[in-house]
């Protein structure tokens, strides 16, 4: 059984797609030891009503640390789904190859420093775009600039709005995450 730590900072939505995906054997072998969020949210209600085990870490300069102390040795995986702070150089470097974060953009196209949300989808339509998307990578000290697992794209019509964008984009996630996460613990990316 793979162990997996998932970091949320909002409404958990990808939270509850990977425990909707576990529970119907689309990621198998695997189970949520722990959910951590580094604010309150909704997140952390979803981790209780599935009676995971769940906390909040404040975030700050030492979240990170706080992190390392309570993180499951046995983890194969920490999943950022929706998480919104910034990791450590240490504890990616410690961590390196087991830790993912979904983004709302196909990268390397609107990644990096104040790339999140709507911020993503406004800039996608302000570049007129003609496709976006979702993209699952591997956690780097750079923002948004690790090695890219899985893609999934929409098109972008004349009449989007970052709204209706981020709606589109929602369901590319829910989509390649599971996808992403059953791959990475089957086969060890």
Not at 100 to 111: D, E, R
Not at 147 to 159: A, C, D, F, M
Request: net charge negative; glycine share 8%; with cysteine.
């Amino acid at each position: 059984m793979k162990n997996i730590v998932i970091l949320v900072s909002g409404g958990g939505t990808n939270l509850q797609r990977i425990i909707d995906s576990i529970d119907k054997g689309e990621i198998p072998n695997a189970k949520i030891s722990l959910v951590v969020a580094d604010r309150e949210c909704y997140g952390l209600v979803r981790a209780e009503n599935h009676h995971i085990p769940h906390l909040l870490i404040k975030r700050g300069k030492d979240f990170c640390e706080n992190l390392e102390k309570i993180l499951p040795k046995d983890t194969d995986l920490i999943v950022c789904a929706g998480f919104l702070s910034i990791i450590t150089q240490e504890f990616v470097t410690k961590h390196k190859g087991k830790i993912i974060n979904i983004h709302p953009s196909l990268l390397p196209k609107f990644g990096g420093k104040g790339m999140w949300g709507m911020n993503v989808h406004n800039a996608v339509i302000n570049a007129k775009e003609t496709e976006s998307g979702a993209t699952v990578h591997f956690v780097t000290a750079g923002i948004d600039e690790g090695e890219i697992i899985l893609q999934g794209k929409v098109s972008v019509v004349e009449t989007d709005t970052p709204e209706t964008l981020a709606e589109k984009i929602h369901q590319v996630e829910y989509d390649i995450f599971p996808k992403a996460i059953a791959m990475i613990l089957k086969e060890g990316i």
